[in-house]
Structure formats: structure tokens, C-alpha cells
């Protein structure tokens, strides 16, 4: 029954998508551009990258942290760093990505106009009911392809807004991302992983009821990466990798 729900699910948000009036006079296929991210994010062996980690939920009390993040193609991810130990896996840079990597339908939208330059805006649909993605948008800029926006709607946990400023190394990652997205209640979202070793805060009002959500953010500032320099397995068996 749930599998039904999914694919009915899907079917409806392609049907609505590929009706609209944008995606009828669209004449641009969205697959080349994907396929070139793609390719871009696959010449990612590994990195290195030292971060600055600020985190505004309002539940929890955490200072700004500095930070290491390794990556190794194609999922590993570990975040070093003293006194925190959660942290979001969208972290990588790569989350705008990852998602083009399953199977999916894309939909070119629109063009949309963001200052002095032109986006691309294409939605991604998972095919697959198994994850908990129902619907994510990108918004990738038409010079240079590189992802300054993701939209995501999941099945479980409400929405999460990524925005990213890409850095000038080659690959089109972010030398600075911002996450928004909704917390039901206490719990953390699930793009979370690791354990808390901060407080929580004792106010009532922060905490709310069952039927009450917040949002959270976390920001990201990538002050340095290292590419392909050969990291190793050992530095991925940390707990949270």
C-alpha cells in the first residue's frame, strides 16, 4: 500500500510539472546539463577541506566551531573538529549533486534572473520510493553550471533550503553554503548525523508542542580545500564517517 501511495505520489508531481505552461515552451533539455555536473563531481577523488561551522537551532546553544572536512568519492565524509560532533552530511558541498546520481526524471522549468547573471531551474524527481526525497529543485547557473540553490522536499522531515556561493576551484564547490530547513519538535533532521555533546536549552518555548515545528540553520564557510591528495581508509572508520 505504501509503495502504491509513492508511485501515485510521484506520477502526480510529474504529471503537474510536465502540464505546466514554463515546461511546455521550455526547448532545453535539462539531461546535458546534469550529465555534465556529473562528470564534474565524478573528477573528485577526495579533498580536504578546513571550515568554519556556525549553527543556529533553537534548541541547542553552539558556538561558532572550526573544522576539517575529508571526503572520498563516492559517500565517505568525516568531520574533525573539538567539541562537536553533529554535523550536517550536506556538509560535503556535493549534496546538490548526489541526488542527480539515483534514478530520477528531470524537468527543465525556466530560466530565472539573479542579479547579473541567468539560472537554470530544474526539478528533480526520485523514481525510486525507497528514499525519503519526494522533490528537489536546482537552481544551476547557465555560465558556468554551478549550483547556487537547492529546494527539497522529503517525505519524512519537512523542507531543507540549501544556498550556496561557489568558490573558482574547478569542481564548482561552495566556498560558502547555508542550510534551512524544519525541525518537528525536538528532533533533528535526518540530513544530521553524529552524537550531541552540546546542552539543551531548558525553555519550554523552544522545545513546543507535538504539532509545532521550527527551522534551524547552519552555515558553512570553506576557507580552504585540498583535491585528490590521496586519503586514506583510516580516516574514514571515525564514528559519524
Do not use: C
Not at 140 to 159: A, C, L, Q
Amino acid at each position: 500500500m505504501k509503495s502504491s501511495l509513492s508511485f501515485n505520489l510521484t506520477f502526480l508531481i510529474l504529471s503537474l510539472l510536465k502540464s505546466s505552461p514554463a515546461n511546455t515552451q521550455s526547448a532545453i533539455s535539462p539531461e546535458p546539463i546534469i550529465q555534465r555536473l556529473i562528470e564534474r563531481m565524478d573528477k573528485i577523488r577526495d579533498y580536504k577541506a578546513e571550515v568554519q561551522i556556525s549553527i543556529d537551532i533553537p534548541f541547542l546553544k553552539i558556538p561558532i566551531k572550526k573544522a576539517i572536512i575529508y571526503y572520498r568519492h563516492p559517500n565517505k565524509f568525516h568531520l574533525e573538529t573539538k567539541g562537536l560532533s553533529l554535523f550536517p552530511k550536506a556538509a560535503s558541498g556535493l549534496s546538490g549533486q548526489n541526488i542527480l546520481k539515483i534514478p530520477h526524471t528531470a524537468i527543465y522549468v525556466r530560466k530565472e534572473q539573479r542579479g547579473h547573471f541567468g539560472l537554470h531551474v530544474i526539478k528533480i524527481v526520485p523514481m525510486k520510493d525507497t528514499g525519503d526525497v519526494v522533490l528537489s529543485t536546482l537552481y544551476i547557473s547557465e555560465k558556468d553550471e554551478k549550483i547556487y540553490r537547492v529546494e527539497t522536499i522529503t517525505r519524512n522531515d519537512g523542507w531543507v533550503n540549501i544556498d550556496m556561493t561557489p568558490g573558482n576551484n574547478p569542481f564548482g564547490l561552495p566556498d560558502r553554503m547555508v542550510m534551512t530547513f524544519e525541525i518537528p519538535r525536538v528532533e533533528l533532521p535526518a540530513g544530521f548525523t553524529g552524537d550531541v555533546d552540546v546542552g539543551l536549552e531548558s525553555s519550554k518555548t523552544h522545545i513546543g508542542a507535538k504539532d509545532k515545528k521550527t527551522k534551524g540553520t547552519v552555515a558553512i564557510t570553506y576557507t580552504k580545500y585540498d583535491f585528490n591528495i590521496g586519503l586514506g581508509e583510516d580516516i574514514f572508520k571515525h564514528k559519524g564517517s
